[in-house]
C-alpha cells in the first residue's frame, strides 16, 4: 500500500496540484494537465499526465505529451521511448512523428529521424517543417539529391517557406552549384530581409563566387 503525505505527517491542502487532480476523472485529468502544459505549468502537467497514465498507461496523448516534457528537459532518450510508446498506440499524427524525428536526430540516429520525417510527410504532405526537416537529415548523411528534392517539394506547396530556400542555398554550395545556391540566398534574403543568418548565408556563397554582397 503506497504511502501518502497525510500519513508522513504532511497534510495536503486540497487545493494543490496533485491533490486537485486526483479529483478529476482521467479525461478532464488529461484535458487539465494539457491546459497546465499549454501555460507554462510544467510540474503540474506532469502530475497530470502521471496521474491519467495510473489510471491507463496506454493512453496515447498522455505518452506523446509527457514525451514532450522530456524533450523540453533534453532528456532525449526518454523523450524517444515516450513519443515511440504513443505513436504504436496511435500512429495517424503527423506532427508527432515529425518530433520523434528531431528527437531521434539530437540522439544523432539519423536513418531513424529520416524514417519519422517520411512517415511524417505520408500523413500530411502540406506539413512544411517536416519536409525542410527531412531535407536537413539527408543532407546530414550526405544524400544531396535527395535533400535538394525535399526543399523544392515543400517550395511547391509553400512558395515563400524561408527555411526551404536558406537550407537549398546550403544543398547547392555543397553540390558545386554557386549560381544555384547565390539564387536560393537571394530569395531567402528577400523572405526575412532581418534574418541575420540569411545574409551570413548570402555573404559566404558570394564571397566564394567573388561577388560583392548585393541585395
Known amino acids: 500500500m503506497k504511502s501518502t503525505n497525510l500519513a508522513a505527517g504532511r497534510p495536503e491542502s486540497v487545493g494543490s496540484p496533485s491533490r486537485r487532480n486526483s479529483l478529476l476523472n482521467p479525461k478532464d485529468a488529461f484535458e487539465k494537465a494539457l491546459a497546465d502544459h ?20 496506454d493512453h496515447a496523448d498522455a505518452l506523446y505529451f509527457m514525451g514532450r516534457l522530456r524533450m523540453r528537459e533534453g532528456a532525449l532518450a526518454a523523450a524517444r521511448d515516450l513519443m ?45 517543417e517536416a519536409h525542410v526537416n527531412l531535407g536537413a537529415a539527408l543532407h546530414e548523411v550526405r544524400d544531396l539529391k535527395g535533400a535538394e528534392r525535399s526543399y523544392k517539394q515543400v517550395i511547391e506547396l509553400h512558395p515563400e517557406y524561408f527555411p526551404a530556400f536558406n537550407n537549398l542555398a546550403h544543398v547547392f554550395r555543397d553540390q558545386g552549384n554557386p549560381e544555384a545556391a547565390e539564387a536560393a540566398a537571394l530569395k531567402a534574403v528577400e523572405l526575412r530581409p532581418k534574418e541575420a543568418k540569411a545574409y551570413n548565408n548570402l555573404g559566404v556563397i558570394q564571397h566564394e563566387r567573388g561577388n560583392t554582397l548585393r541585395v
Do not use: M, W
Open 38 to 57: 499549454k501555460a507554462g505549468l510544467l510540474k503540474e502537467a506532469e502530475a497530470g499526465y502521471r496521474q491519467v497514465l495510473d489510471a491507463n498507461p
Open 84 to 128: 515511440v510508446q504513443s505513436l504504436v498506440l496511435s500512429d495517424d499524427h503527423a506532427t508527432r512523428h515529425n518530433n520523434l524525428g528531431t528527437v531521434f536526430q539530437g540522439l544523432g540516429d539519423l536513418n531513424a529521424a529520416v524514417e519519422c520525417f517520411r512517415r511524417a510527410i505520408e500523413v500530411d504532405p502540406d506539413l512544411a
